[in-house]
């Protein structure tokens, strides 16, 4: 009890030192990215410069690597408790790779032309997983 009560008084306190502005890169490119995951098999571009192996894996990985960067970058400004934005870092990183997961399920059941695929769901983590890296060690700077 005593934990949780401790985690809401710091959540109540990262959220009262946040501004709501910093999150709208975050919140812009989650639309973005959903709009492009969603996006039925026969309207994605058939272009030649995007005909080379393995293009999908790397666009997976740019994009959950920047929904990492962007909804962690303002938990770094501004921080009283390292640990607790650590924790923070933990749970953007699990919530990015869940709605990763989550859209290859929507990817498979809702959107036309397009397939449920694993390695996707391995780019999408190691996209995530570098982006927290790379600001873990940036912010072990700070």
């Keep these: 009890m005593g934990g949780s009560l401790l985690f809401l008084f710091t959540l109540q306190s990262f959220l009262c030192l946040m501004k709501f502005t910093t999150f709208i890169p975050a919140t812009a490119w989650l639309i973005i990215s959903t709009i492009l995951l969603m996006l039925p098999g026969s309207d994605l571009p058939k272009s030649s410069f995007f005909n080379f192996p393995y293009f999908d894996k790397i666009v997976h990985f ?34 990015i790779i869940a709605y990763g997961i989550l859209m290859e399920f929507v990817q498979k059941y809702f959107v036309p032309g397009r397939s449920f695929e694993v390695a996707d769901i391995i780019f999408d983590g190691l996209g995530t997983l570098t982006a927290i890296f790379i600001i873990m060690c940036f912010f072990k700077k700070k």
Aim: proline content about 3%.
């Design 62 to 95: 740019t994009m959950f690597f920047l929904l990492t960067i962007f909804f962690s970058y303002p938990f770094t400004m501004n921080v009283q408790d390292k640990r607790a934005v650590k924790s923070w870092f933990v749970i953007i990183a699990l919530s």
